[in-house]
Structures are given as C-alpha cells and as structure tokens.
C-alpha cells in the first residue's frame, strides 16, 4: 500500500561535496552541498545547487568557476562544519586546518587534503526557486595516488567516502557491494 | 602528492533510479539512470540527465514528465538489467515482473513494487553534450508504509538503498553511520 508524503525530493543516497571558491577580496571558502551530481560524461559536467543566502552562490557567480572536493569519511567531521558556518563569517579553510590550492585553470581553489578534486568552469545556470542550479563543465581532476586503484582509477575502497540521508540527517558510510553491474544479461 | 587523472566526473556515491516512462504507444518503460540528484528544495526538484540514444530521452521529450523510482537493495538485480536492455526491444515490466501504475498528475508510470516514487513534470531541459539534462518538480511522492519510520519519513534502513560505484562498476549497500549532521558546532 503506497503513502502520499507530499512533494518531496526523496532521492535517497545524496554525496556530500565541498564546494570551493574565492570571494571578492579573494579570500578561499569551502561549503558543504549535497544537491547534485554528474549530469554529463561528454564533456564531462557536474551539478551543484545553491541558494542565493549563500556566500559560495556569488563568488560562483562572480568567478564562474568552483570546485568539487570529495571527502573521506575520516574528514566527516571537517565537511559537517562547513556546511554550518558561513564564509562570511570566518575563513574556513584557516578554521578546520586545511589548505586552498589555487587551481590554475580556472579561478577556484581546491582542497589539498580531500581525496578528489573537479575543477569546474560553469557553462550553464539556471534558477529553479530557492536553489540555483550551476552546471560546471570538469576542466581537470586531480585524485592522492593513495586512493588509487592498481587501474589507476580512484578505489572506492581507499577513498572510504560517505552519504548523506536528509530523512535522519545523518552521514553513513559506504557498506559492503551486492552485486556486479551489468551482470545481469539474459 | 595530486595526479591528474583527465577531465574526469569523479563524484562518488552515485545514487541508483528507476526512471518511469510512456512510449508513443503508451507503453511503460523503465531504466536505470545514476546522472542525477535533487536540484531544489522549493519548489522541489530533481534532475536526470539521459542519452538520445535511449527510449526513455523520446518518452520524456513528449511527454514532458517522468518517475523517478528507488530500489531496495533486495530489487537490485531488476535495476541492473533495466540499465542494460533498452524499452525499444521488450517490454521491461513485463520482463521483470513489476507493476506499472499510471500517475494520474502527469502522464508517466511509477513502479509499484519499488520502495519510494517521485513523480515528477518537466521543468526545464538543457542540453550539455552526450546527455541531455531534464529537471523534474516533483508535483507527487509515494512511498510504501512498510518504509517510513516513526517520524512519518522515509527510514534508510528500512529501504537499503544501493549505490553505484563507476570506477569499480559496482553497486553496494549503506553501511554503518558515522556523524550527526549539523553536530559539528563551536
């Protein structure tokens, strides 16, 4: 018997990336978002949505440019709290310990400590509501060869990356694998 | 040390949806997309991206509306072979023995047997390159009883969920929980 929950967004299993940018003075800042994703293999492009009352929103609308950073679960601690303060406030890359890099291409800074980095150059937004959607074409990744795979692709395993589930409000790890995918031809 | 891995669409965690469509016959399709994610809060949206090589972008392009349903990791055999076989061949609730129940709002089908279902009309369509991205607002929810916690939302643990990993091309269950969200105060 199905339920009626209202109009919700129930997508279970949201990533959590840090989204990064310069603002105005130029100053680093990082945030937590999980509205998004990959929304294109070629050119490679991914997703974030952000509102206005963020300070990540301008400094992308004024740089055009951000970048996506994946954290290990044993940096869980570090993503949480940036998704609480605002770079208004406080330079959070000072706050939690971690280090801007400058990435060269296009002008954001990304996480030197994070497993993995998309350095992104937004090709398209659209404002839906109270979120605004930017599409960032990946102009370059960047991964710690310690979390690659003997394939030379990041290894789940290594990066140990984790989820958030709005509905609890908490973040989980990654657990065991159930199946091969493609496995199942006729 | 960073090593440059291409331009890649890193992002981990991918999430797993059902996407329910009509055909120009009327006849119910689903497949398996993982380019997506929610996109708004209000109104509430979310976005997948598809292919014109498949059955599903034509159904969508005309009928400007789709599901988006999410498996349980016990169903997860039936989302691999939706992402392998395509709608123009078979008939593939019929192939898998799922129930096809027809919106009512809009003019696409939900999968009765999978835990959660978001129906949803299209909003806006943007095309990237090799995908075509279309925002959804979900003008309906469903979930089955069986799923929601004592709070009335969808519980993780009840729904297992399961995640695709593209680097290893595998799905693999929610594991443990790591941090309260929003915990990470001053």
Known sequence: MKKTINKKTLLYV????????????????IMAASWGGICCSQPPCVTVSLRKATHSYWNIMKNKAYTLNIPSASQVKEADYAGIYSGKDENKFESLGLTPVHSKIVNAPYVEEFPMNMICKVIHTYEIGLHTQFIGEVVES???????????LPDVARIDPFIYDSSSRGYFR?????LDAYSQTK
Chains 1, 2 share one sequence.
């Open 14 to 29: 949201h990533p959590v990336f840090i989204v990064g940018s310069y603002d105005d003075k130029g100053a680093p800042n």
């Open 174 to 178: 990654v657990g065991e694998k159930i």
């Open 142 to 152: 960047y991964a710690s060869e310690e979390y690659l795979g003997e394939n030379g």
